[in-house]
Antibody, heavy 117, light 108 residues
């Protein structure tokens, strides 16, 4: 059974940077399109972006609010997905989930990012 | 970006009731719509895919429909474990996979 485990969250000052990781196991990671989704405290789900499989070009797409500050990447040799967040803002405070979305519907447990001075 | 508008944002219902949630897309998305259930402190869980396709293991009391810009999630005979928040999501991979704002189903 597929599993995703996020890490890298924490308390960061505004303007700082953070790299989140998502370790995959139990499924063929290199074939999967991978997504990041976040949820601010007490708020709904927000799709951040995705990265296609290398076989589909490995390209990325982002939601408009995060374009330019967020970068999704993958290392298929390590079955790991990454999310680089630069110039963090207080409104980036959220639980960050990685997921396969789609019919495979595998989600991590989430990692919490808190942006505060 | 495409906008997904859910209504209502909150519904109070009793066990055994039928609940209907609507999701409207700001542009035609054919049937590229998924529905998720999320319980407090947990990751979301896929219920329906392609607007009406039931995900494996999901009870048949969950029904979905719609095409284009208007979609519905119907929960027949609400059970205690169904009290949760429900989200629609646009899943056309050529567009941002935007979620709706969510509908919280609470016990009356």
């Amino acid at each position: 059974e597929g599993q995703l485990v996020e890490s890298g969250g924490g308390l960061v000052k505004p303007g700082g940077s953070l790299r989140l990781s998502c370790a995959a196991s139990g499924f063929t990671f290199n074939n999967a399109w991978m997504h990041w989704v976040r949820q601010a405290p007490g708020k709904g789900l927000e799709w951040i972006g995705h990265i296609k499989s290398k076989a589909n070009g490995g390209t990325t797409e982002y939601a408009a609010p995060v374009k330019g500050r967020f970068t999704i990447s993958r290392d298929d040799s390590k079955s790991t997905l990454y999310l680089q967040i630069n110039n963090l803002k207080t409104e980036d405070t959220a639980i960050y989930y990685c997921s396969t979305l789609g019919r495979t519907d595998i989600w991590g447990q989430g990692t919490t990012v808190t942006v505060s001075s | 970006d495409i906008q997904m508008t859910q209504s209502p944002s909150f519904v109070s219902a009793s066990v055994g009731d039928t609940v209907t949630i609507t999701c409207r897309a700001s542009q035609d998305i054919n049937n590229y719509l998924a529905w998720f259930q999320q319980k407090p402190g947990k990751a979301p869980k896929l219920l329906l895919y392609g607007a009406s396709g039931l995900q494996g293991g999901v009870p048949s009391r969950f029904r979905g429909g719609g095409l284009g810009t208007e979609f519905t999630l119907i929960i027949d005979s609400l059970q205690p474990e169904d009290f949760a928040t429900y989200y629609c999501q646009q899943i056309n991979s050529f567009l941002p996979n935007t979620f709706g704002g969510g509908t919280k189903v609470e016990i009356k």
